[in-house]
């Protein structure tokens, strides 16, 4: 079956970057876009951005640009956000979900999220 | 960038009763690219509904959705005790895709 798993709850400190993987296994890693979605405590769902882990383009939500950076590694069907400058605002859990063989498709799979907590 | 607007924020309700929530869009969006989730305490969201209408694999006929244009509503036909949760549509059409606020379905 599909999955996607998460690495672990991290703790940083303001100004600092943060780098979050997504392990994708029981389907074809190149084939399916991942998303990747940041939800603040008691908040709802933010999009970050897109990548295509066949060719590793990437499309970045304008609120983001400049702070994140999307990659993957075909040889381990990964795929990492890295966020930098985190604010003390910053807290929150971010989730990867796989998006279909186009862009436009919805998120039909989702990884376990992991909460960054951003703290002095 | 379209903005989803859902309604409404909370919706107090018995198990057994119908719930309707809805979601308006700023501009007209293609159905086929309007989605319904839900998501418990303490979990990712799930899929519901996509394409406006479509139930994704494996979730209950009692969940249906509908609209067209600007107005989308997802219909829960009669509530579990599972269904209690907070609801989001969302807009995959173009970048960048967007969520609603969210609608938080309560146990009355």
């Known amino acids: 079956q599909v999955q996607l798993v998460q690495s672990g709850a991290e703790v940083k400190k303001p100004g600092a970057s943060v780098k979050v993987s997504c392990k994708a296994s029981?389907?074809?890693?190149?084939?399916?876009?991942i998303h990747w979605v940041r939800q603040a405590p008691g908040q709802g769902l933010e999009w970050m951005g897109i990548?295509?882990?066949?060719?590793?383009?990437?499309t970045y939500a304008q609120k983001f640009q400049g702070r994140v950076t999307m990659t993957r590694d075909t040889s381990t069907s990964t795929v990492y956000m890295d966020l930098s400058s985190l604010s003390s605002e910053g807290t929150a859990v971010f989730y990867c979900a796989r998006g279909g063989l186009e862009i436009k498709t919805p998120f039909d799979s989702w990884g376990q999220g992991t909460l960054v907590t951003v703290s002095s | 960038e379209i903005v989803l607007t859902q309604s409404p924020g909370t919706l107090s309700l018995s198990p057994g009763e119908r719930a309707t929530l809805s979601c308006r869009a700023s501009?007209?969006?293609?159905?086929?690219?309007l989605a319904w989730y839900q998501q418990k305490p303490g979990q990712a969201p799930r899929l519901l509904i996509y394409?406006?209408?479509n139930r994704a694999t494996g979730i209950p006929d009692r969940f249906s959705g509908s609209g067209s244009g600007t107005d989308f509503t997802l219909t829960i036909s009669r509530l579990e005790p599972e269904d209690f949760a907070v609801y989001y549509c969302q807009h995959y059409g173009s970048s960048p895709v967007t969520f609603g606020g969210g609608t938080k379905v309560e146990i009355k």
């Open positions: 501009q007209s969006v293609k159905s086929s690219y």
């Open positions: 029981g389907y074809t890693f190149t084939n399916y876009y």
């Open positions: 394409g406006a209408s």
């Open positions: 990548i295509n882990p066949s060719g590793g383009s990437t």
